[in-house]
């Protein structure tokens, strides 16, 4: 059946994906996007309705209702840590209305039978062990406290409102480290293809031994579609393949034999590792991501021109 359905942020990396793969399904997406840093207007074809609205505005929920959409998947949201950190009260502030206009749209529309919210591994914190999504919180850098706001909101928001229907209709993941085409330059996988084709010195927090666990952007789409179908609470978005970003520089360098520059950095409130436990997203709903590490990583590069 054809869903109605409003994308906030649908133009980012990610994202924009997202958008592209539910216009192919024959779905009637509205994308809401300002067109911000990491944005992608050109995908903007004539096949999906566009909002350019800042979704942060007080009224933002507002926009959402005028659509009556079946389905909101919410992934507005300022994500670079490094900006947080220099600039916290824009990042929290933005993120944390658009976190809010998100529920209220739900709390206010007779239409929407399902909310997703985009999170991040980052609102665990620092771990050295997998953590499942019934183990405590503990954003440690203003961008993931600003994610870990919409976390929070969906309990509150379903204890406060009752007879609730915003618990029941909303789903959240927490994506590991998402690459691949179209990821903005400040990342660190279109950082090792600058450096290759360009010369460009990676910074390197902690000597690079900050570990990430990394999902090719292709898995993404078909995994989105799942959670608006059964989906109905948190669920961890990874395939367990980490690495450090030494790691990450050395098989970059072995498939293409090529020498990459970087050099020692500091980056205030670095966390070492973020690991995360799929077996709900797995067992519950039967995800298996379809693309490897190693296999987006080969098409990535070659997308670049690099092989």
């Known amino acids: 059946m054809k869903k109605k359905i409003v994308i906030t942020g649908g133009l980012g990396f990610i994202f924009s994906h997202v958008t592209e793969y539910f216009v192919k399904q024959g779905h009637e997406v509205t994308v809401i996007d300002n067109c911000s840093a990491g944005s992608h207007p050109e995908i903007i074809d004539g096949s999906f309705k566009f909002l350019r609205e800042d979704f942060s505005q007080p009224d933002g929920w507002k926009m959402v209702l005028e659509e009556k959409p079946d389905w909101l998947i919410h992934a507005a949201a300022i994500t670079d840590v490094d900006y ?3 600039h916290s009260k824009e990042v929290m502030s933005n993120n944390f209305m658009c976190n809010l206009n998100a529920f209220e749209a739900v709390r206010h529309s007779d239409t929407i039978t399902k909310l997703l919210y985009v999170s991040t591994d ?3 914190g620092e771990c050295e062990n997998p953590k499942k999504e019934t183990d405590i919180i503990f ?3 203003p961008y993931s406290c600003s994610k870990a706001t919409g976390s929070i909101m969906r309990y509150a928001y379903s204890n406060t409102y009752t007879p609730s229907t915003v618990f029941d209709h909303t789903a959240e ?10 990821q903005d330059t400040r990342k660190i996988m279109p950082q090792i293809v600058k450096s290759i084709k360009e010369g460009y010195s990676i910074p390197l927090q902690n000597n690079g031994e900050g570990y ?7 898995n993404i789409p078909p995994m989105v579609e799942l959670i608006m179908q059964k ?3 948190a669920y961890n978005v990874t395939a367990g393949e980490g690495f450090t970003v030494i790691d990450l520089i050395r098989r970059a360098e072995a498939i293409t034999d090529k020498k990459i520059k970087n050099h020692p950095a500091d980056r205030p409130g670095h966390d070492r590792f973020y690991r995360m436990d799929n077996t709900r997203i797995t067992t519950e709903l039967g995800w298996k991501p379809e693309y490897s590490f190693d296999y987006g990583l080969q098409e990535y590069l070659e997308s670049e021109g690099i092989l």
């Open 84 to 86: 947080s950190i220099k």
């Open 122 to 124: 980052e609102v665990y």
């Open 173 to 182: 993941i927490r994506m590991c480290n998402i690459f691949g085409p179209r």
């Open 212 to 218: 990430r666990e990394y999902l090719y952007v292709k």
């Open 139 to 141: 954003p440690r850098n």
């Open 231 to 233: 989906g109905w609470r």
